[in-house]
T-cell receptor
Framework: DQQVKQNSPSLSVQEGRISILNCDYT??????FLWYKKYPAEGPTFLIS?????DKNEDGRFTVFLNKSAKHLSLHIVPSQPGDSAVYFC??????????FGTGTQLKVEL | NAGVTQTPKFQVLKTGQSMTLQCAQD?????MSWYRQDPGMGLRLIHY???????DQGEVPNGYNVSRSTTEDFPLRLLLAAPSQTSVYFC??????????????FGNGTRLTVT
């Protein structure tokens, strides 16, 4: 049972435009959400997070939005750059050390 | 700053062989963990440790053993390798076991193939 779902395996965006990566979750106990970015042959690196008490968190070009009623979060990248091409993992936790990951979305930013 | 170091980067085993995947971190993190990444499955937690001498099972622990004799090292042992263990393995650490307090720092992974 996939509790964190990233239904788009891939996304292609033109340089300079907005990239929107989506994530849905089913477990209402999740109260903290994170996005990780992964380049080929490297480990995932932490990108941005959001607590369930907020509906938006911004860090430079990256903004995460949380819609608790819909159990949905999204990562916006504006403007998209070629260096943003990577796999993006959504992850969620309900406290403690357990982190549940989604299956990832491959973002390709084209020139 | 080395961060989290995993060795080897690649390994091919035959069914029934054993091996140890090494993981070391130099950030004085108390929490360390092992994940495996499989196509269409995301990353799944195998084992974790909240400090030296303390280990516990994650989501998919069967077929793997761990120990934590020092803060820096957290090796993962495969005793009888099986083709189902073909995967990419990531070691990760953080200063706190609370995922809401500190994000994980990952190593670059070990790609294991069991034939």
């Amino acid at each position: 049972d996939q509790q964190v779902k990233q239904n788009s395996p891939s996304l292609s965006v033109q340089e300079g435009r907005i990239s929107i990566l989506n994530c849905d979750y089913t477990n209402s106990m999740f109260d903290y959400f994170l996005w990780y970015k992964k380049y080929p042959a490297e480990g995932p690196t932490f990108l941005i997070s959001i607590s369930s008490i907020k509906d938006k968190n911004e860090d430079g070009r990256f903004t995460v939005f949380l819609n608790k009623s819909a159990k949905h979060l999204s990562l916006h990248i504006v403007p998209s750059q070629p260096g943003d091409s990577a796999v993006y993992f959504c992850a969620a936790t309900g406290g403690g050390n357990k982190l549940t990951f989604g299956t990832g979305t491959q973002l390709k930013v084209e020139l | 700053n080395a961060g989290v170091t995993q060795t080897p980067k690649f390994q091919v085993l035959k069914t029934g062989q054993s091996m140890t995947l090494q993981c070391a971190q130099d950030m004085n993190h108390e929490y360390m963990s092992w994940y495996r990444q499989d196509p269409g499955m995301g990353l799944r937690l195998i084992h974790y440790s909240v400090g030296a001498g303390i280990t516990d099972q994650g989501e998919v622990p069967n077929g793997y053993n761990v120990s934590r004799s020092t803060t820096e090292d957290f090796p993962l042992r495969l005793l009888l390798a099986a083709p189902s263990q073909t995967s990419v393995y990531f070691c990760a650490s953080s200063y706190s076991p609370d995922r809401g307090l500190s994000p994980l720092h990952f190593g670059n992974g070990t790609r294991l193939t069991v034939t």
